[in-house]
């Protein structure tokens, strides 16, 4: 089965201390997204990748990090400095000739407090 | 920069009703246009997509036209079911100045009640 897996789905940090979001897609998709979702609001993108070991930022990346050092994954570094981490977070992919057609993970919901 | 606008929600239908929700683009060139649903509690799921003008798409029993003249793309059904409750995003792909990324529109909460 491919897809998109995402874990936990359910993350609780006390202020103060980084977290690692994990990613992991098994559709050979060249492309790799995260997104931020908070209630009532659409998606915000905070990062993505076109290729391995290469990412950009998106509209709100201050206060995150990325790696993509295999093709399959993508963590997802919340840190200290993102003043309100608690959030709905979701990870999707997509070939690069269709970055319209994303598949999404099913999220992880993180709770700082 | 290129934009999407949705109707403000939520949207609460009878079961059996007629669906519109409104979205309305801002884009330089002629973009992709998508419709993303989802379902309480989990990720996003591709519902249909439009590539050039005067497209329809179309998928479980939802459709939406590409109207390049009014820059929409309205997503309608003509009998929504209580499972189709869930949040709809509208985005376009651009095809020029803003390519690797989709933007989003705000999403619009759909209640659909027995």
């Known amino acids: 089965d491919g897809g998109i897996t995402q874990s936990p789905k359910y993350l609780f940090r006390k202020e103060g201390q980084n977290v690692t979001l994990s990613c992991e897609q098994n559709?050979?998709?060249?492309?790799m997204y995260w997104y931020r979702q908070d209630p009532g609001q659409g998606l915000r993108l905070i990062y993505y990748?076109?290729?391995?070991?290469?990412?950009q930022k998106g509209d709100i990346a201050e206060g995150y990090s990325v790696s993509r050092e295999k093709k399959e994954s993508f963590p997802l570094t919340v840190t200290s400095a993102q003043k309100n981490p608690t959030a709905f977070y979701l990870c999707?992919?997509?070939?690069?000739?269709?970055?319209?057609?994303?598949?999404f993970g099913p999220g992880t919901r993180l709770t700082v407090t | 920069g290129d934009s999407v606008t949705q109707m403000e929600g939520p949207v609460t239908l009878s079961e059996e009703a007629f669906l519109t929700i409104n979205c309305t683009y801002t884009?330089?060139?002629?973009?992709?246009l998508f419709w993303y649903v989802q379902y309480p509690g989990e990720g996003l799921q591709l519902l249909l997509k439009?590539?050039?003008?005067?497209d329809k798409g179309s998928n479980k029993g939802f459709e939406a036209t590409y109207r390049k003249e009014t820059t929409s793309f309205h997503l309608e059904k003509g009998s929504v079911q209580v499972s189709d409750s869930a949040v709809y995003f509208c985005?376009?792909?651009?095809?020029?100045?803003?390519?690797?990324?989709?933007?989003f529109g705000q999403g619009t909460t759909l209640q659909v009640k027995p």
């Open positions: 999707a992919s997509s070939t690069l000739a269709g970055v319209g057609e994303q598949y």
């Open positions: 559709l050979n998709h060249d492309a």
């Open positions: 990748s076109q290729i391995v070991n290469d990412f």
């Open positions: 884009a330089t060139g002629y973009p992709s």
């Open positions: 439009a590539t050039k003008a005067d």
């Open positions: 985005a376009l792909s651009g095809r020029s100045g803003n390519t690797g990324k989709l933007i």
